[in-house]
T-cell receptor, first 111, second 109 residues
């Protein structure tokens, strides 16, 4: 079983919808949690970075971490066609150390 | 954008030939990483470096070696390329947050 499991998708939603992307993990030592966005044929781009449990908001994006359930989520409000990409969750137990990635969820937002 | 470049961006080679991929950073970050990305497997860590001449293996290191003689450069070498090493290779750097380069598409025929 993988240390990080990500909802596989693909996910297709209409423009303006609220999107929920989710990952679960098994390693209780993880303390740093990231979400990356990857457009086709591009490198992953860091979207959200959180430490420990709680919520973090940045514009239309909200990251939630529930360490007690070993569950993290990324919410996208008012989704736009430009949000169409693959989203990767990642987590690690030390700052600047190795991260373990989920396999990604591909999102399509239809106009 | 984080100052990370990878070269070459595309390469086609034949089985059994050596291949070296280069990652160059202008951010002076201590940590550098090499990943491969394949359908169904996500991003998998090949090797990483935590300083000049300090490197360690990741989860898929067999068939790969690395070197870091300067802070800004991290080289990935496939000593004898195989078709199973056809992939997209990403370099990343970290100061606490990990930033990725644009990737190298490698095809081994």
């Amino acid at each position: 079983q993988k240390e990080v499991e990500q909802d596989p998708g693909p996910l297709s939603v209409p423009e303006g919808a609220i999107v929920s992307l989710n990952c679960t993990y098994s390693n209780s030592a993880f303390q740093y949690f990231m979400w990356y966005r990857q457009y086709s044929r591009k490198g992953p781009e860091l979207l959200m970075y959180t430490y420990s449990s709680g919520n973090k908001e940045d514009g239309r994006f909200t990251a939630q971490v529930d360490k007690s359930s070993k569950y993290i989520s990324l919410f996208i409000r008012d989704s736009q066609p430009s949000d169409s990409a693959t989203y990767l969750c990642a987590m690690g137990n030390t700052n600047a150390g190795k991260s373990t990635f989920g396999d990604g969820t591909t999102l399509t937002v239809k106009p | 954008d984080a100052g990370i470049t990878q070269s070459p961006r595309h390469k086609v080679t034949e089985t059994g030939t050596p291949v070296t991929l280069r990652c160059h950073q202008t951010e002076n970050h201590r940590y550098m990483y090499w990943y491969r990305q394949d359908p169904g497997h996500g991003l998998r860590l090949i090797h990483y470096s935590y300083g000049v001449k300090d490197t360690d293996k990741g989860e898929v290191s067999d068939g790969y070696s690395v070197s870091r003689s300067k802070t800004e450069d991290f080289l990935l070498t496939l000593e004898s390329a195989t078709s199973s090493q056809t992939s997209v290779y990403f370099c990343a750097i970290s100061d606490g947050k990990q930033f990725f380069g644009p990737g190298t598409r490698l095809t081994v025929l």
